[in-house]
Structures are given as structure tokens and as C-alpha cells.
């Protein structure tokens, strides 16, 4: 701490299982597109890593209006999973997203589906293509008839993990999204691990209700939908917290925190609970460039906190019980 | 665009042209407040200075076309003790005080879109202006502005309206928060060299956010020079209220079928309607205008998230045979489109009401 530290010999470099990012930020599955929605807005070259909607085997056309509805302090959606299908996703979308990789992004492609024939289609498929560096599974979307099921049952979990990871490219990475909408997060994360994922992610978005009290009913067509934004940001930080400590940093896997990053404060929140990665959602639709000024504004703090590597204070959380709290 | 509800509402219009290309100048902004009027009751016209050197300036736009604004104090993100990630400073032998914004007020977390009503250049910068009405914790928030306060702002964002080569005659229908596009249309009518009345209509006379002209407005619905945002070009407007209290009372469309029928075959090919407001007002004009056979242009609103095409929230079914997502019952295809960057205008016979 004595000697002083410029901000930009900070080193943000980090490395998930093997998935090396010049730095930690990522994009949240659902709130950037396809990428080239936002390149008017922000160089996307920038973020360390790029992850896409969900992308499900068939063409998806989404729910009805209103798809979204501000609640305090965060928003809730239930977009349906909207998405061009595999097809024209691979023919269309994914030579435009690999092309900004050079220089740029990590690129990671986000999956949904009905079953794990569902979701060994999708990733055998996308991660024949050598730049797609890393298949997040988004086992828990909670806005599709059957999508919680995998999300919550460690045991469909596992297998789904299992036989995804057998069907992909050697040296394509899996990401396992969690639901927070579980009893016990760390069973889900263990199943996650033990079928055999190499980086979890977490967390997807908290199922929520919010209502128009003048005509009774949901404010979104869905009825219920995600809940993200600053107000679950405690939440999330408490999830990663407690599955880096119980279960991923024993096994060696990787987390990717996100919920409710807004500023460098709660991105560094995430990294301190176990953190390796941290994804910037809903703070995109307000700023796309919110990953780079959260960056601007950790280099800072770490060069404060005397740190050289952020890969020093992942992790180094000390809470009530522990030694040297 | 119109803001309708507590999340943002995006108000849009139709365009005739398929080519909304306009999008490459898309940028967020700092701007400085320069003025924010109580026009009525409810309602704002808010005036913003984006300065020249902000990223090259504001770029270029037109009728139609909307800006997204943060309705919450612009983050200091680099100012690293001003969120210093405390959210109680505990002072000994006092109440824990609050130092976060989230902890002491009610804060917009989005964006809330608004179609410009005005747009203007001068040696200090782009002046934009919106007219917006209090309906929520974002709009709350940008009615307490004064000059000099900074917001943050993305636009300029959308398609926007067109004038067909072939016509010259513009029927501007606006409703409620609708009317502010209507204004900066009529701008652009006259520098067109086109003919245009303006449609205005609310619930009641206290509603209208509108600046009286010298022409007081007709009970029969005859157009006179009684709204200074349209009398200034020239262009005389109808005024219709709910409850009669100014104008002719009843709905714009009455307002605006008795002016139709006023018209000559050959006056009516000239012409093009222009609409922007509530859903159900928008449909009601839609059907005029095919039952006319005048095409319209439709502005529509929708809830939106982000404004750039990227949340999928903004959702509007509009015809089309390529790739559709249904089929009505009629036979006609449909398919999702975002307003924020397909619209918001649509051809008004494109709309699936």
C-alpha cells in the first residue's frame, strides 16, 4: 500500500478455465443483441468478452406487448426469448459477431432450448465454428413454459451439463448461467460442475410480479417476469459470494458475477465475493459504455487499494468467522 | 414520441420510406438545460444544448425521429468518492444519513424516449426541445429542471416521417402527448413549401400543451390561426376537446372528418395525414384515412428499455409477408418489429390495430 500505484499499470487481464480476457467485462445474455446494435454507442472492442441473446434451435418470435416494466430501482422483462433460430443465427448473425473477435472480444454465444436434444443441437452446432470461444447455457430462463426445470433440478442439470459439454468443440469453453430461483444455489452449482462445466455464471434474473393495482392484473403480458437492475444487486453479490465459497473455488471453476453492475463499486463487489468475470446487463440499455467507464473506475480503485493484478483481490472477501476478519 | 406510462413510452410515427439509413449519427450526449416551461397543466417543453464539440455535435434529424433521456442526475462514474459504495454514512450519536441518490428519492433507472417537438442550430450548439408530461418518477424528475442543469441524452434515434413527392397537402393529427412531432413537422411542412392544418385534441382545454394563437379556436371546427406552433407557418389547426370546454367538442377524428369532407376530390389526392397520440386515437385516424383513401403515417408509441434495437421491449406487429411471425385471421402476415428502429413511423396500413 505504500508505494503508489498509476491506474493504468493496473493489469485487468483475467483467465477463466483457460478463456483468457484482456479484462473482465462482459455483456449480459439478452441486453445487447447480436452486438451490432450498440457499435454506434460504444467500441466493442473493448469489452473482454461478448455474449448473445439467447439463441434457441427454432425461430422464436417472443411475447406479446408489454414486455417490460420498470420497478424500482430495476426492471422487469419477459421478452420470450425472442431470436432468429439457429439457422439463420449461424448464416446471418455469427460471421458479423466473430468478425469484430480479431483485436476485440472473446465471443461467447448464449443457448436456450426445450431439451437436452434442445440444447446438444445448438452447442455441437455454433461451436463448430472455431472463433466462438465459449457456449454459455442458459438453463433458467424464467420467462418459457419449461425453462426453470433444468435450472432448478440438479440432476437434469447435470445431465443436460454432461451432455453438452460431450457434444461441443475440445477447446470451446461452457458456461452454466444459474437461476437464482432456488432453494440452495451451491446444489445447482455443484450438479453444474459435476457434469462437467468449466466456468459458471451467475445469476440469471429473480422471477417477480409487479402489478397494476388500478385493473388488478400484471403490468407485462407475461404475468411474470425477470427482475435485474441495481435492486438485486445485494442479492447477486450474496449468491456468488456464497457458491465461490462452497462450492467453485474448491473445484476450480470459474464464476462470471453479474446483477445489477452499474458502476466500478459493484463490479468491484463481485470480484471480492469470487468473481472472476463480471457482466454488465440492464446498465447497457441506459449506457452501453458502462463497461468501459466500470473499467476506467477499477483501475482506480485497485491502484488505491495498492493492487497491481486484479487477480489479487478476487476472492478476498473475509466475512464473520473467518480467519483474520 | 409520446410518454405514456412510468417506464418509457416511446412515441413514434410512420414513415412511409422503407429506408431508415438516418441511424449512423446515433450518439449519447451531454446537453445543458436552457429552458423548461410549464405549458399547461401537466406538461413541459423542455429546451436542451448539445455544444458543438460534444462528439462532433448532435447529427442531423428530422420529424419523427426521438431522443432518449436519462431522467436521473448524469453518473459521476470516474468520481471515485461520490459513490463511494457506502450507502449510510453513520455519524456517531445521529441517524444514519443517507448518501446515495437510490436511498433518499425515487430515481428513474431507464431512459425515457421523446420525440423531438423542435430542432434548431445556432454558433453555441444543437438546441432540441420535447414536450412531455408528468406521468411518472422520470418525468417528475425532467419538470424540476432550470437552466443550466446537465442531462445525458442518446438520439438522434428512429425514422422518421416523410413528405411524398406527389402530394403538399398535410393533415397533422396529434393527441395528448402526440402533439409535440406534429410541431416539428409543420416546420418542416412550410419549409417545403407544402399546405397543412393541424388536428389538436385532449380532454379538456387545460390539457392542451399548446400556445394560443391570435385566432381564437371555432366551435363548428373550422381551421383558424389559433395555435401559434402551427399559425407561425401560417398553417391554421383544429381544436377539439372531450368535454367542449375549447373548440368543437368530441374527438379529433370528428374534427378532422368534417375537414376532409370539406375537401375537393383533387384536394384530397394532394393530401397526406400525419398522426401521432394514444393507440386507440392513432387506429381511429388510421380508419379515416383508408375509409379517404388519404394515406397516413402513423407515429406510434411502445414501451421501450434501451431505444437502440437491442432489448426487443418496443414491439409492434406490422405486415409483412417476409419471414412472418403470424398469420391473422384475414390472411395477412405479420410480424414483430421494434419501434425504436424500424419505426416509429409505419404506414398506418401496415399497422395490424
Same mark, same amino acid.
Given at each position: 500500500?505504500?508505494? @503508489?500505484?498509476?491506474?493504468?499499470?493496473?493489469?485487468?487481464?483475467?483467465?477463466?478455465?483457460?478463456?483468457?480476457?484482456?479484462?473482465?467485462?462482459?455483456?449480459?445474455?439478452?441486453?445487447?443483441?447480436?452486438?451490432?446494435?450498440?457499435?454506434?454507442?460504444?467500441?466493442?472492442? @473493448?469489452?473482454?468478452?461478448?455474449?448473445?441473446?439467447?439463441?434457441?434451435?427454432?425461430?422464436?418470435?417472443?411475447?406479446?406487448?408489454?414486455?417490460?416494466?420498470?420497478?424500482?430501482?430495476?426492471?422487469?422483462?419477459?421478452?420470450?426469448?425472442?431470436?432468429?433460430?439457429?439457422?439463420?443465427?449461424?448464416?446471418?448473425?455469427?460471421?458479423?459477431?466473430?468478425?469484430?473477435?480479431?483485436?476485440?472480444?472473446?465471443?461467447?454465444?448464449?443457448?436456450?432450448?426445450?431439451?437436452?436434444?434442445?440444447?446438444?443441437?445448438?452447442?455441437?452446432?455454433?461451436?463448430?465454428?472455431?472463433?466462438?470461444?465459449?457456449?454459455?447455457?442458459?438453463?433458467?430462463?424464467?420467462?418459457?413454459?419449461?425453462?426453470?426445470?433444468?435450472?432448478?433440478?440438479?440432476?437434469?442439470?447435470?445431465?443436460?451439463?454432461?451432455?453438452?459439454?460431450?457434444?461441443? &468443440?475440445?477447446?470451446?469453453?461452457?458456461?452454466?448461467?444459474?437461476?437464482?430461483?432456488?432453494?440452495?444455489? @451451491?446444489?445447482?452449482?455443484?450438479?453444474?460442475?459435476?457434469?462437467?462445466?468449466?466456468?459458471?455464471?451467475?445469476?440469471?434474473?429473480?422471477?417477480?410480479?409487479?402489478?397494476?393495482?388500478?385493473?388488478?392484473?400484471?403490468?407485462?403480458?407475461?404475468?411474470?417476469?425477470?427482475?435485474?437492475?441495481?435492486?438485486? &444487486?445485494?442479492?447477486?453479490?450474496?449468491?456468488?459470494?456464497?457458491?465461490?465459497?462452497?462450492?467453485?473455488?474448491?473445484?476450480?471453476?470459474?464464476?462470471?458475477?453479474?446483477?445489477?453492475?452499474?458502476?466500478?463499486?459493484?463490479?468491484?463487489?463481485?470480484?471480492?465475493?469470487?468473481?472472476?468475470?463480471?457482466?454488465?446487463?440492464?446498465?447497457?440499455?441506459?449506457?452501453?459504455? @458502462?463497461?468501459?467507464?466500470?473499467?476506467?473506475?477499477?483501475?482506480?480503485?485497485?491502484?488505491?487499494?495498492?493492487?497491481?493484478?486484479?487477480?489479487?483481490?478476487?476472492?478476498?472477501?473475509?466475512?464473520?468467522?473467518?480467519?483474520?476478519? | 414520441?409520446?410518454?405514456?406510462?412510468?417506464?418509457?413510452?416511446?412515441?413514434?410515427?410512420?414513415?412511409?420510406?422503407?429506408?431508415?439509413?438516418?441511424?449512423?449519427?446515433?450518439?449519447?450526449?451531454?446537453?445543458?438545460?436552457?429552458?423548461?416551461?410549464?405549458?399547461?397543466?401537466?406538461?413541459?417543453?423542455?429546451?436542451?444544448?448539445?455544444?458543438?464539440?460534444?462528439?462532433?455535435?448532435?447529427?442531423?434529424?428530422?420529424?419523427?425521429?426521438?431522443?432518449?433521456?436519462?431522467?436521473?442526475?448524469?453518473?459521476?462514474?470516474?468520481?471515485?468518492?461520490?459513490?463511494?459504495?457506502?450507502?449510510?454514512?453513520?455519524?456517531?450519536?445521529?441517524?444514519?444519513?443517507?448518501?446515495?441518490?437510490?436511498?433518499?428519492?425515487?430515481?428513474?433507472?431507464?431512459?425515457?424516449?421523446?420525440?423531438?417537438?423542435?430542432?434548431?442550430?445556432?454558433?453555441?450548439?444543437?438546441?432540441?426541445?420535447?414536450?412531455?408530461?408528468?406521468?411518472?418518477?422520470?418525468?417528475?424528475?425532467?419538470?424540476?429542471?432550470?437552466?443550466?442543469?446537465?442531462?445525458?441524452?442518446?438520439?438522434?434515434?428512429?425514422?422518421?416521417?416523410?413528405?411524398?413527392?406527389?402530394?403538399?397537402?398535410?393533415?397533422?393529427?396529434?393527441?395528448?402527448?402526440?402533439?409535440?412531432?406534429?410541431?416539428?413537422?409543420?416546420?418542416?411542412?412550410?419549409?417545403?413549401?407544402?399546405?397543412?392544418?393541424?388536428?389538436?385534441?385532449?380532454?379538456?382545454?387545460?390539457?392542451?400543451?399548446?400556445?394560443?394563437?391570435?385566432?381564437?379556436?371555432?366551435?363548428?371546427?373550422?381551421?383558424?390561426?389559433?395555435?401559434?406552433?402551427?399559425?407561425?407557418?401560417?398553417?391554421?389547426?383544429?381544436?377539439?376537446?372531450?368535454?367542449?370546454?375549447?373548440?368543437?367538442?368530441?374527438?379529433?377524428?370528428?374534427?378532422?372528418?368534417?375537414?376532409?369532407?370539406?375537401?375537393?376530390?383533387?384536394?384530397?389526392?394532394?393530401?397526406?395525414?400525419?398522426?401521432?397520440?394514444?393507440?386507440?386515437?392513432?387506429?381511429?385516424?388510421?380508419?379515416?384515412?383508408?375509409?379517404?383513401?388519404?394515406?397516413?403515417?402513423?407515429?406510434?408509441?411502445?414501451?421501450?428499455?434501451?431505444?437502440?434495437?437491442?432489448?426487443?421491449?418496443?414491439?409492434?406487429?406490422?405486415?409483412?409477408?417476409?419471414?412472418?411471425?403470424?398469420?391473422?385471421?384475414?390472411?395477412?402476415?405479420?410480424?414483430?418489429?421494434?419501434?425504436?428502429?424500424?419505426?416509429?413511423?409505419?404506414?398506418?396500413?401496415?399497422?395490424?390495430?
Amino acid at each position: 500500500m505504500s508505494q @503508489t500505484i498509476a491506474p493504468n499499470d493496473v493489469s485487468l487481464a483475467v483467465d477463466l478455465a483457460g478463456l483468457k480476457l484482456d479484462n473482465p467485462m462482459m455483456t449480459a445474455s439478452g441486453t445487447c443483441g447480436y452486438a451490432y446494435e450498440y457499435q454506434d454507442f460504444v467500441d466493442l472492442h @473493448t469489452f473482454g468478452a461478448f455474449v448473445t441473446k439467447s439463441i434457441s434451435v427454432e425461430v422464436r418470435k417472443g411475447n406479446e406487448a408489454y414486455r417490460i416494466v420498470e420497478t424500482r430501482g430495476g426492471m422487469m422483462n419477459a421478452i420470450g426469448l425472442a431470436n432468429v433460430g439457429l439457422d439463420a443465427f449461424v448464416k446471418d448473425k455469427l460471421p458479423q459477431l466473430v468478425s469484430m473477435r480479431e483485436n476485440g472480444p472473446r465471443i461467447v454465444v448464449n443457448i436456450a432450448g426445450h431439451s437436452i436434444t434442445d440444447y446438444v443441437t445448438a452447442a455441437g452446432t455454433i461451436s463448430q465454428n472455431i472463433s466462438v470461444d465459449a457456449i454459455e447455457l442458459n438453463v433458467s430462463c424464467p420467462n418459457v413454459g419449461d425453462g426453470l426445470v433444468f435450472g432448478t433440478d440438479p440432476t437434469m442439470l447435470k445431465k443436460v451439463v454432461a451432455e453438452v459439454r460431450a457434444a461441443m &468443440r475440445d477447446d470451446c469453453k461452457l458456461i452454466v448461467k444459474l437461476s437464482p430461483n432456488v432453494g440452495d444455489i @451451491t446444489k445447482t452449482a455443484g450438479a453444474a460442475v459435476d457434469g462437467g462445466t468449466d466456468i459458471l455464471s451467475m445469476i440469471n434474473t429473480y422471477t417477480a410480479l409487479a402489478i397494476d393495482v388500478n385493473k388488478r392484473r400484471p403490468r407485462i403480458a407475461n404475468g411474470t417476469g425477470g427482475l435485474s437492475g441495481p435492486a438485486v &444487486r445485494p442479492l447477486a453479490v450474496y449468491l456468488t459470494s456464497r457458491v465461490y465459497r462452497e462450492v467453485a473455488k474448491a473445484a476450480g471453476v470459474p464464476i462470471i458475477g453479474m446483477g445489477g453492475i452499474q458502476y466500478w463499486q459493484d463490479a468491484a463487489e463481485f470480484l471480492i465475493a469470487g468473481a472472476t468475470g463480471l457482466a454488465v446487463g440492464t446498465a447497457l440499455f441506459v449506457d452501453p459504455a @458502462t463497461p468501459v467507464n466500470v473499467m476506467t473506475g477499477l483501475k482506480e480503485y485497485l491502484a488505491k487499494q495498492g493492487v497491481t493484478d486484479i487477480n489479487d483481490i478476487i476472492g478476498t472477501l473475509k466475512m464473520p468467522g473467518d480467519q483474520g476478519f | 414520441m409520446n410518454h405514456v406510462s412510468e417506464a418509457g413510452i416511446l412515441l413514434v410515427m410512420s414513415a412511409v420510406s422503407t429506408s431508415n439509413e438516418s441511424v449512423s449519427c446515433r450518439q449519447r450526449h451531454d446537453g445543458v438545460v436552457v429552458s423548461n416551461r410549464n405549458i399547461c397543466r401537466e406538461h413541459f417543453e423542455l429546451t436542451v444544448r448539445v455544444l458543438p464539440g460534444d462528439k462532433g455535435g448532435f447529427g442531423p434529424t428530422a420529424p419523427g425521429q426521438f431522443i432518449q433521456i436519462g431522467c436521473r442526475p448524469p453518473a459521476k462514474v470516474l468520481d471515485i468518492d461520490a459513490l463511494s459504495g457506502d450507502e449510510f454514512e453513520i455519524t456517531e450519536g445521529s441517524w444514519p444519513n443517507l448518501k446515495q441518490p437510490e436511498m433518499t428519492q425515487r430515481l428513474a433507472l431507464l431512459r425515457r424516449p421523446f420525440s423531438l417537438s423542435g430542432r434548431w442550430d445556432d454558433e453555441q450548439g444543437t438546441c432540441i426541445q420535447i414536450v412531455q408530461r408528468v406521468v411518472g418518477t422520470g418525468t417528475q424528475w425532467l419538470s424540476e429542471l432550470v437552466e443550466g442543469d446537465k442531462v445525458d441524452l442518446i438520439g438522434p434515434l428512429g425514422n422518421t416521417f416523410t413528405l411524398p413527392a406527389d402530394r403538399k397537402l398535410g393533415l397533422m393529427v396529434g393527441g395528448g402527448v402526440g402533439l409535440p412531432p406534429m410541431f416539428y413537422l409543420a416546420n418542416a411542412m412550410a419549409k417545403a413549401g407544402w399546405d397543412a392544418v393541424g388536428f389538436v385534441g385532449a380532454m379538456t382545454s387545460d390539457l392542451l400543451a399548446v400556445t394560443w394563437a391570435d385566432d381564437k379556436p371555432q366551435a363548428d371546427g373550422k381551421p383558424v390561426k389559433s395555435v401559434h406552433e402551427f399559425a407561425k407557418h401560417a398553417f391554421p389547426a383544429v381544436v377539439t376537446t372531450d368535454d367542449g370546454s375549447i373548440g368543437l367538442q368530441g374527438r379529433i377524428t370528428d374534427g378532422l372528418v368534417r375537414y376532409i369532407e370539406s375537401l375537393s376530390d383533387e384536394q384530397k389526392q394532394q393530401a397526406v395525414i400525419y398522426t401521432c397520440g394514444p393507440h386507440v386515437m392513432m387506429h381511429a385516424v388510421a380508419k379515416l384515412a383508408e375509409q379517404f383513401g388519404i394515406p397516413c403515417q402513423a407515429c406510434l408509441e411502445q414501451t421501450m428499455a434501451c431505444g437502440m434495437g437491442t432489448c426487443q421491449s418496443c414491439i409492434v406487429k406490422i405486415e409483412d409477408n417476409n419471414n412472418p411471425h403470424g398469420t391473422l385471421e384475414s390472411g395477412r402476415n405479420w410480424r414483430y418489429k421494434l419501434t425504436c428502429t424500424d419505426g416509429p413511423v409505419f404506414n398506418s396500413t401496415d399497422v395490424i390495430w
